[in-house]
């Protein structure tokens, strides 16, 4: 991290520190926070990274501040699709942008209909609806591209 971007990490995390007056935002914590010392939680995890991109996974929308470890984790958001496509559109509304909001939505309801043990179908062109397994999926899924459409190379430019 240069000294410009540690800057800019600390004025945003000042700022989500404000935003949430001050308080630890795991469900129902609500413990005071010092605010030289407290914890930023991801909704959307940064383990996705590649395929949400920086814009998501860094926006503030997608930080809560938290008193510890224990209100880090009940933050995360990681399992719930349902509940990322929710937050995506409020982070892609704030910044003014929709790439691959309608293919990305598609996405998550299959992947919650997969939660919720529907069967999956996939259009494949012309070749009408088929099955699609979880492995081809996987597969599929694999680092191609973020919501933005950027390959992982791209990404890797950003921060
Ligand atoms: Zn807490």
Redesign the pocket.
């Known amino acids: 991290m240069t000294e410009r971007e540690k800057l800019d990490f600390f004025e945003k995390k000042s700022k989500i520190y404000f935003k949430h007056g001050g308080v630890?935002c795991?469900p129902g914590?609500g413990?005071p926070l010092n605010y030289n010392n407290f914890q930023l939680g991801h909704r959307i995890p940064q383990s996705t990274i590649d395929k949400y991109g920086p814009e998501i996974v860094h926006h503030e929308l997608n930080m809560l501040p938290?008193?510890?470890l224990?209100?880090n984790k009940r933050v995360d958001i990681g399992t719930e699709p349902g509940s990322i496509l929710v937050l995506v559109e409020q982070i892609l509304e704030a910044i003014n942008q929709d790439f691959r909001l309608e293919d990305y939505k598609a996405e998550l309801m299959m992947e919650i209909r997969e939660n919720e043990e529907f069967e999956v179908y996939q259009d494949r062109g012309g070749g009408g609806a088929v099955l699609c397994e979880k492995e081809e999926k996987s597969k599929e899924g694999a680092g191609i591209q973020d919501i933005f459409g950027r390959s992982e190379e791209e990404l890797s430019g950003i921060f």
Do not use: A, D, I, L
Request: aromatic residues 0%; hydrophobic residues 10%; charged residues 10%.
């Open positions: 630890c795991g914590c413990n938290v008193c510890g224990e209100c």
